[in-house]
C-alpha cells in the first residue's frame, strides 16, 4: 500500500526503494552562483539557498541513495559480491552526505531515518553475499547504541583506578563505573561486534604494531583503531571519515594521505596507521596527556581546549560538557583492552584469524583485480582484501613511468611474475580514457542529467570534480566522468590460462549476433563475452565492422563429414540473405538443422553462414 506523506504542504507517495525511481529536479548549467548583493562600499552578500532549494537538495540525495540501494539489493540477489560491497560502500557515503544536510524538517528526519533502519536491516539480517559485520554502518550504529546505552548513567562514576599490566606498552590503562558498564555492553548488545573484533586483532597486530612502536608510540594504541573502525580497512562513518583509523579528507591530506578517483590511502593499513600515530603524537605534545590526546583525535582540539576552558581542569573524567560520544571514548578504549586482555574472564573464546602477510608486486599498466587475479593465481577478492586502498577494483595507471606496489599474499608472488607479461600483454592496459571521460558542460545541463547519460551516481562525479556544491554546474565547464568500479571491470576482457588455445580475430558480418558466432565456433557464450569485455547483462549487440577476439583450439579441428545425397530427392541452391540463420532457413525448408549442416559438410555444433553464401538443400522429386 503507498504511504503518503506531507512536505511543506505538498502530499506526495512513498513508494518502497525499489520501486521509487522518481524524476529528479536540480539545478542546471548557467548558474555559476548565489546572487551578489551591494551593500555598498564594496561590501557584497550573497543569497543563501532557500527552503525550496535545500527540499530539491534533500530530495536528490535521498533519490541517489534510494537507487544505490536497489542496485545493491540487486547485486546481493545475484550473488555479485564484489558489485554488492561496491555499492555498499556507495550507499554508506550518500547517507553520510544526508545526514550532514542543515534544517532537515521532522518528516524529512522520519523519512531518513525509515529508509537508513531499512537498509541497515537488510544488510544484516537478509544480504546473502556480504560478511555482514563489515558494514561501515555497523560500528556508527554500534556508537549510537551505546550512547543510548550510558544516556542513563550518573556523572559522577566512582573512584578511579589505574592497572599497571606489564608490557602494556606504556598505555595508562583506567577501571572505574564507567570502563565497567561498557563492559557490560560489550559483553551484551555489543556481544557480536566485540568477538569479530576479538578474532581480526590477531590478523592486523602484526602489521600495526611494530608501525605504531617504529613512530615512538605504545602498541596498545592499536585498540584506538579497534574502537574507531573495528579495525575494518573499509569502514565509513557520517563524519567522510575512512580507514581503520578513520581519518576525514582535510585530516588526511594533512598527513600525506592521498585520495582520488583511482585510491583512498586512509584505507592503506600501513600508511594510515604511521599518519594516526603522527597525529597522536602531535595531539601529546599540545595537551601532554594521552586520554585528552585521544578525545581530540575523537572530536577535534578546539572542543578539547572549551572543555579545559569551561570546567577549569585538565581531568578527562571530569570534562562533562564533551560530547556524549567522546565521554564515552576512552572508556571504550579502555574496556576494549581489558577484554582483550583476559577474554576468557569477559565470556569470549576468541578464534584468531591468521595474521596478514604479503609481498609487493611490480605494476606498470592498469589492470582489473579480475586480470590480476589471473596473473597471481588467486582471486579478485583477495586482491581486494590486501589493497582496500584500490577504490576502482584496479591498479591506477603508472606516473612518471613508476609501477605500481601491489601488495599480493605470500607465496603468489613467483606466480605472478612467471604469468604476468604473458597475459597481461594480451589485454594491454585498463582503458583509462573510458574509465575518466573528458566531458564540457552545455546550457541546460545538471549533475542528474550527466549522471543518466554516463550511468554514473552524482556522487561520485561530484567526488572526481571537486563539487561541493551540486547545483553548481558552469557553462563550459570541463568535467571528468568517472565509469563506475562495475562498468570498468566487465569492460576489460578476460584472458584464458590454458596454453593449447590461439588468439584469432573475427570480423563482425551483417546478420551475426554473438549467439551465433559463440555456436558456431564451438564455444560458450560467455566466454565470448568475457574476452571481448561486453557485459553479461548487456544486450550483447555488436555492429557491423566490429573485431571481436576469439580463442581457439591449437589442436586441428575433426574432418567434416561428407555431404550425403539423399536417393530419390532433388538438388537445389538457396543463396543466404541478410538476416538469415541457420536455423531459420531450416526451418523455412521443413528440414531439420542436422540435416542442414550434414548436407553442407558442417561439423556438429556448428553452422556460421554469410549473406551470398550458398546452401544445398534437397526436396522431393516432383
Do not use: C
Request: hydrophobic share 40%.
Amino acid at each position: 500500500m503507498t504511504r503518503i506523506a506531507r512536505v511543506k504542504g505538498t502530499r506526495y507517495p512513498v513508494w518502497p526503494a525499489a520501486v521509487l525511481l522518481m524524476t529528479l529536479s536540480g539545478f542546471v548549467a548557467g548558474q555559476e552562483e548565489y546572487a551578489r548583493i551591494p551593500l555598498g562600499d564594496g561590501i557584497f552578500a550573497s543569497e543563501v539557498p532557500d527552503d525550496t532549494e535545500l527540499a530539491s537538495r534533500f530530495d536528490e540525495l535521498m533519490q541517489e541513495a534510494e537507487l544505490i540501494f536497489v542496485d545493491a539489493v540487486i547485486a546481493d540477489k545475484s550473488i555479485d559480491t564484489l558489485e554488492a560491497a561496491y555499492n555498499f560502500d556507495l550507499l554508506f557515503e550518500a547517507l553520510s552526505d544526508i545526514e550532514q544536510l542543515p534544517l532537515m524538517d521532522e518528516l524529512e528526519r522520519l523519512e531518513f531515518n525509515r529508509f537508513l533502519n531499512a537498509a541497515v536491516s537488510f544488510y544484516e539480517n537478509d544480504s546473502q553475499t556480504l560478511e555482514k559485520i563489515e558494514t561501515s554502518l555497523t560500528v556508527s550504529a554500534l556508537q549510537d547504541e551505546l550512547s543510548r546505552y550510558t544516556r542513563a548513567l550518573p556523572s559522577d562514576l566512582g573512584s578511579v583506578s589505574q592497572y599497571d599490566f606489564e608490557g602494556n606498552g606504556g598505555m595508562p590503562i583506567t577501571h572505574n563505573d564507567h570502563v565497567a558498564r561498557i563492559i557490560e555492553f560489550f559483553r551484551t548488545q555489543g556481544r557480536r561486534n566485540m568477538q569479530v573484533w576479538l578474532n581480526r586483532l590477531s590478523r592486523y597486530q602484526g602489521i600495526i604494531g611494530p608501525i605504531l612502536e617504529e613512530e615512538g608510540l605504545p602498541r596498545d594504541f592499536i585498540f584506538l583503531a579497534l574502537v574507531e573502525s573495528g579495525l575494518n580497512p573499509r569502514a565509513y562513518s557520517w563524519k567522510h571519515a575512512a580507514g581503520p583509523w578513520q581519518f576525514i579528507s582535510s585530516t588526511g591530506r594533512r598527513y600525506d594521505l592521498r585520495r582520488d578517483w583511482w585510491r583512498d590511502e586512509r584505507r592503506d593499513l600501513e600508511k594510515s596507521t604511521r599518519a594516526a600515530a603522527r597525529y597522536l603524537k602531535k595531539l601529546y605534545a599540545e595537551f601532554d596527556d594521552w586520554y585528552l590526546a585521544m578525545a581530540a583525535y575523537n572530536t577535534g582540539e578546539g572542543r578539547v581546549r572549551r572543555a579545559i576552558r569551561v570546567h577549569q581542569t585538565r581531568d578527562y573524567w571530569k570534562l562533562y560538557i564533551l560530547p556524549r560520544q567522546t565521554r564515552n571514548y576512552v572508556p571504550n578504549i579502555m574496556a576494549a583492552f581489558l577484554i582483550a586482555q583476559d577474554p576468557d574472564k569477559y565470556g569470549f573464546t576468541v578464534e584468531p584469524e591468521p595474521p596478514m602477510e604479503w609481498d609487493l608486486v611490480e605494476v606498470d599498466r592498469s589492470l582489473t583485480f579480475d586480470i590480476l587475479a589471473q596473473i597471481g593465481e588467486t582471486t579478485a577478492d583477495t586482491f581486494k582484501i590486501y589493497n582496500p586502498e584500490l577504490r576502482q577494483n584496479a591498479t591506477p595507471p603508472p606516473e612518471n613511468d613508476a609501477p605500481y606496489l601491489l601488495k599480493i599474499p605470500k607465496g603468489h608472488k613467483a606466480a605472478f611474475e612467471r604469468n604476468y607479461e604473458a597475459i597481461a600483454s594480451q589485454v594491454g592496459p585498463v582503458l583509462a580514457d573510458i574509465q575518466v571521460r573528458k566531458h564540457r558542460v552545455r546550457r541546460g545541463e545538471s549533475l542528474y542529467s550527466l549522471s543518466k547519460r554516463y550511468g554514473v551516481p552524482m556522487r561520485r562525479i561530484a567526488q572526481a570534480n571537486g563539487l561541493r556544491n551540486w547545483h553548481k554546474l558552469r557553462l563550459g565547464q570541463l568535467l571528468e566522468i568517472p565509469v563506475t568500479a562495475s562498468a570498468v571491470a566487465t569492460r576489460q576482457p578476460t584472458v584464458p590460462t590454458s596454453r593449447n588455445v590461439k588468439k584469432i580475430y573475427y570480423t563482425v558480418r551483417p546478420g551475426d549476433t554473438l549467439s551465433e558466432i559463440a555456436e558456431v565456433h564451438n564455444m560458450g557464450l560467455s566466454k565470448l563475452r568475457s574476452w571481448n569485455g561486453i557485459h553479461r547483462n548487456s544486450s550483447g549487440s555488436i555492429k557491423v565492422g566490429q573485431k571481436l577476439v576469439l580463442w581457439l583450439p591449437t589442436k586441428p579441428p575433426p574432418v567434416a563429414a561428407q555431404p550425403v545425397v539423399p536417393a530419390g530427392m532433388v538438388k537445389q541452391t538457396y543463396i543466404v540473405r541478410s538476416g538469415d540463420t541457420l536455423s531459420q532457413i531450416a526451418e523455412a525448408h521443413s528440414v531439420g538443422l542436422s540435416t542442414l549442416r550434414q548436407w553442407n559438410g558442417f561439423r556438429p555444433g556448428t553452422g556460421h553462414i554469410r549473406v551470398g553464401q550458398k546452401l544445398v538443400i534437397y526436396r522431393t522429386a516432383g
